[in-house]
């Protein structure tokens, strides 16, 4: 943020990635959850801070996404399937998300149509968090 600030334009937005990691413990995750809750901590500082330029600062918060990085956590490709499955059946509308999903939501959060929106953290995540 701080090498970037001197390029953005007043009024920029800026969208950090987040994950619903950050708001629950998951074995073996600890490292990971605790630093996308520090972004989760620098966004709401940050749209406090920038706001006198009118920029504003937001946080995507998906899960879970179906990625090559999500599939490469398993030991052997032959494993992929079974995990993947187990994530999927979490989700309350029954699937992954795909990649395009959260893109749209990054590039809503970065379009004048959220003008009035920031500090906040948008969960893009078929209900695994909100339900």
């Known amino acids: 943020m701080q090498k970037a600030l001197p390029l953005l334009n ?3 937005s800026i969208v950090l990635a987040g994950s619903s990691a950050a ?9 990971y959850g605790a ?3 520090a972004v989760r901590a620098y966004a709401r500082t940050w ?3 920038l706001a006198d330029r009118g920029e504003r ?6 899960v879970p996404v179906d ?6 956590l398993a030991p052997d490709p032959s ?8 994530l999927a059946g979490s989700v309350p509308i029954g699937r992954s998300g795909r990649g395009e999903e959260i893109a749209a939501a990054v590039a809503f959060l970065a379009s ?3 003008s009035f929106i920031t500090g906040a953290e948008l969960a893009v995540d078929g209900g695994v968090k909100q339900i």
């Open 47 to 49: 749209a406090a801070e």
């Open 79 to 86: 494993q992929v399937q079974g995990p993947l499955d187990t």
């Open 112 to 114: 004048p149509q959220s």
């Open 57 to 62: 600062v937001n946080v995507i918060a998906p």
């Open 67 to 72: 990625t090559p990085g999500l599939s490469g």
């Open 23 to 31: 708001t629950s413990g998951t074995p073996s995750f600890g490292t």
């Open 10 to 12: 007043p009024g920029a």
């Open 35 to 37: 630093t996308k809750a």
